[in-house]
């Protein structure tokens, strides 16, 4: 009689979910995440856009809509590299605000890895040497000494 009533007991509590630990919300997957996980078997999800298959050398990513990256400019920064094309020594901010860019000796490119808005690269006299839209870069000419971003 005593182990049926900790046996019943131990069944209401699990039912009532008074012994197990709170749960966070499931991650919301992907659909590419989805079907790869069930088409391929043996993988295993880091995170909603990405699963990996340690057997097979192999790493899914899903693009993401939030993703914006721009080259190595980082999801949500601007960016100002001493190349063209996003090259070379980067600087980079994640505030949006009037910069400097003298840490760089030149600059000769800037990207806007932010999901709205422009940067401009600017001379010591304000003329607007490029403009990179969100999710884009853009070369520059010589002169940069400032980057302005707009929300």
Avoid at 47 to 69: F, I, Q
Avoid at 90 to 115: D, E, P, Q
Wanted: net charge neutral; glycine share 12%; with cysteine.
């Amino acid at each position: 009689m005593k182990n049926k009533l900790l046996a019943i007991a131990a069944a209401v509590i699990l039912l009532a979910g008074v012994a197990s630990p709170a749960q966070a919300a499931e991650p919301e997957l992907h659909p590419d995440v989805e079907y790869a996980i069930d088409a391929v078997p043996g993988g295993i999800v880091v995170d909603e856009t990405t699963v990996v298959w340690p057997a097979l050398g192999m790493v899914l990513t899903a693009a993401s809509d939030m993703s914006r990256s721009v080259g190595t400019c980082a999801t949500g920064n601007y960016c100002a590299y001493a190349g063209p094309g996003r090259t070379g020594t980067k600087i980079s901010f994640g505030i949006c605000t009037v910069v400097s860019t003298s840490a760089l000796a030149s600059v000769g490119s800037i990207a806007n890895a932010r999901s709205s808005g422009s940067v401009q690269a600017r001379s010591a006299a304000g003329t607007i040497l490029g403009t990179a839209a969100a999710g884009t870069g853009v070369d520059v000419g010589a002169g940069t000494s400032t980057l302005r971003c707009n929300l």
